[in-house]
């Protein structure tokens, strides 16, 4: 009795050992594409922050220019600055940042993708970037899953005042 007892036992669990290796199987893919979502969209939101403080300190340091000629310039040194974090500046390609004063437009860096002139008032400076994840040093990990993130464009614009 004891025997028979022991056998069932062992059929058990060989048989219990073939379902956990069909779960593992059908689990892993599922897991991996869920961790590398995560890394990824972590790694491009941290990249997506640092663009809006760049444009956001940019729009500062021109909006307290004392003359607003130096502005433009002013905005364009703060954002390369704050862009050295990831190795990227206006030289970079596919990088474009656009300055607005009342009556002037400059654009720095890839005019193919300088954003459109917007309206300012008097005293106001308004800066904005265009930014091709193809020029930023992000991960695209799941691109081999059909997700791919290099023709995606990070846009951000900031107004300041004085």
Do not use: C, W
Request: aromatic letters at 4%; glycine letters at 4%; a neutral charge.
């Amino acid at each position: 009795m004891r025997a028979l007892f022991s056998n069932t036992i062992s059929t058990r669990k060989r048989s219990r050992s073939g379902v956990q290796t069909l779960e593992l199987v059908i689990a892993f893919p599922l897991l991996l594409i869920a961790s590398l979502a995560i890394v990824q969209f972590a790694a491009l939101s941290a990249f997506q922050a640092t663009v809006e403080a760049a444009v956001a300190e940019a729009a500062r340091e021109a909006a307290k220019t004392i003359n607003p000629a130096d502005a433009p310039q002013a905005a364009r040194a703060t954002f390369n600055q704050a862009m050295q974090v990831h190795g990227l500046s206006t030289s970079t390609p596919k990088i474009a940042l656009a300055i607005d004063q009342v009556g002037a437009h400059t654009v720095y860096g890839d005019p193919l993708l300088a954003p459109s002139p917007g309206s300012v008032m008097m005293g106001e400076v308004r800066v904005s970037a265009a930014v091709s994840l193809q020029s930023a040093p992000t991960l695209n990990l799941l691109k081999t899953f059909g997700l791919d993130f290099d023709q995606r464009i990070v846009e951000m614009t900031h107004v300041s005042g004085a």
